[in-house]
């Protein structure tokens, strides 16, 4: 990463500004086609779906047009956000500390699932539990981080969730991949998952080397403990922090507390335990 980029001002107050409001400063120097001014223009070309933040289409003639004179596209942490953020990345290699909330879904027995099935139905399962669970984080606002193995690490920023609140959307989502993925039914489920969700400050930014491989990503203490919470989760289960709890307003009826005691934490982290209904 660029130490002079990193550590200057300007490019960390832009990150903060975009990650918490969708929008940089208005002292940022932003290309014309990206500015604030364009959206109520944008907004009349056809056709949708389009760019939640700043309304560039996707599709039809206006898409045609965003997408070969200006390059825009669906992100690929986000498809229904554009890749605007990630071209600012590579423009701007840097980051903000901020408070987010994490998701980590993983699927449970793993290693002897595999031995049930041949490779190639192994890789559709886990191909369908990609796309299954990236949707559903995409579409209550979040962004995919990684997919590596059995596992999809995504992230949830104040500027592209509902009002704001994204513990209450990270929460959701993990509901909602669970109910997807066929838990709380009579019938086992699909893939069966464990869901970790922790929310709490993380570093948000874009590392690598500039105009070659820049990758966004969140790193941070609070990564590992949301990760260590989903280690924690039975199938069906969704492991939630204390600071979660708190953020998204949960009713915890029907939850369960625990005060857990994770690898390479001193002090328990408070827990509630959410199970599938069924």
Known sequence: MNDKMEHDPAVEE?????????????????PWFESAAMRAVVRRLPTDPRCQVCYYPFSGL????????????PSKMNPHLCNVC?????????????????LFADIRGSTPLAATMSAREYSRLIDRFYQVTT????EHGGMVEKLVGDEVVAFFVPAFTDDHNHARAAVNAAK????????????????????????GEAYVGAV???????????????VNVASRLGSQAQTGQIVISDSTRAMAGLDTGGMVFRSLRLKGKTEPVDAWIYDAPG
């Open 208 to 222: 690598g080397e500039p105009g070659k491989n820049i990758d966004i990503t969140v790193l941070g203490d609070n």
């Open 14 to 30: 832009a990150w903060r500004s975009y990650l918490t409001t969708g929008k940089t400063p208005d002292s940022y120097p932003l």
């Open 176 to 199: 909602a991949i669970l109910a997807a993925t066929g838990h709380g039914k009579s019938d086992p489920p699909w893939a069966p998952l464990g869901i970790g969700v922790h929310t």
């Open 86 to 102: 990630e071209r600012f990345a590579e423009d701007n290699p840097g980051g903000a500390e901020l408070e987010v909330s994490l």
């Open 135 to 138: 949707n559903i984080v995409y």
């Open 62 to 73: 206006g898409g045609r047009i965003a997408r070969s004179l200006l390059h825009i596209q």
